[in-house]
């Protein structure tokens, strides 16, 4: 079973760009018909999906953070990576990688890591 | 965007109490809905895909129905290790988005 873990700067400044990195191990991120995906959710509250991408380029993100995400595929890393610029406080949270099929449901997620935007 | 909302927000119920959780979808979405349970500090779980298949290994008082618009996670006998937050999931298109969650707790 892959098993996913996400790595970065636990803290960031305000306006600055997070960036995160997610390690696939135990499978390749380049075999078809998986997609990869981030989400997140701030202290105390409820998930947000951020966006997903497939190993080809192809990618999608919320709407309303499309023009600050950019989540790309590293395939000779076996990498996924998420790129949030101009960040605030509101972006402060616990990031997580996942693992899905298109029009399939979360099912491998990672651990999640902490991310505080802060000065 | 479709919006996916839920209801109640909280809940209490004592153990052996059936728990009905309620999630809309602003427009139909078809059996593109996913249940997940998430206990403080964890990691979402996946409980029900397709709006009413069991996941594997997910105990049976838990179940999901619904189509389209209106969906229900059903626990038929709380239990102690049920505490925790549920959200609906919909995965109708590209675009996913989560419901705002409901808290489930023991009286």
């Known amino acids: 079973q892959p098993q996913l873990q996400e790595s970065g700067p636990g803290l960031v400044k305000p306006s600055e760009t997070l960036s995160l990195t997610c390690t696939v191990s135990?499978?390749?991120?380049?075999?078809?018909?998986?997609?990869w995906g981030w989400i997140r959710q701030p202290p105390g509250q409820g998930l947000e999906w951020i966006g997903t991408?497939?190993?080809?380029?192809?990618?999608y993100s919320k709407p309303s953070l499309k023009s600050r995400v950019t989540i790309f595929v590293d395939t000779s890393r076996n990498q996924l990576s998420l790129k949030l610029s101009s960040v605030t406080a509101a972006d402060t949270a616990v990031y997580y990688c996942?693992?899905?099929?298109?029009?399939?449901?979360?099912?491998?997620w990672g651990q999640g890591t902490l991310v505080t935007v802060s000065s | 965007d479709i919006q996916m909302t839920q209801s109640p927000s909280s809940l209490s119920a004592f153990v052996g109490d059936r728990v009905t959780i309620t999630c809309r979808a602003s427009?139909?979405?078809?059996?593109?809905l996913a249940w997940y349970q998430q206990k403080p500090g964890k990691v979402p779980k996946l409980l029900i895909y397709d709006a009413s298949t069991l996941q594997s290994g997910v105990p049976s008082r838990f179940s999901g129905s619904g189509s389209g618009t209106d969906f229900t996670l059903t626990i038929t006998s709380l239990q102690p290790e049920d505490v925790a937050t549920y959200y609906c999931q919909k995965y109708n298109s590209a675009l996913f988005t989560f419901g705002p969650g409901t808290k489930v707790d023991i009286k």
């Open positions: 991408t497939y190993y080809d380029g192809s990618t």
């Open positions: 996942a693992r899905h099929r298109l029009f399939d449901w979360l099912l491998l």
């Open positions: 135990g499978g390749s991120i380049s075999r078809s018909s998986y997609y």
């Open positions: 427009q139909g979405i078809s059996n593109y």
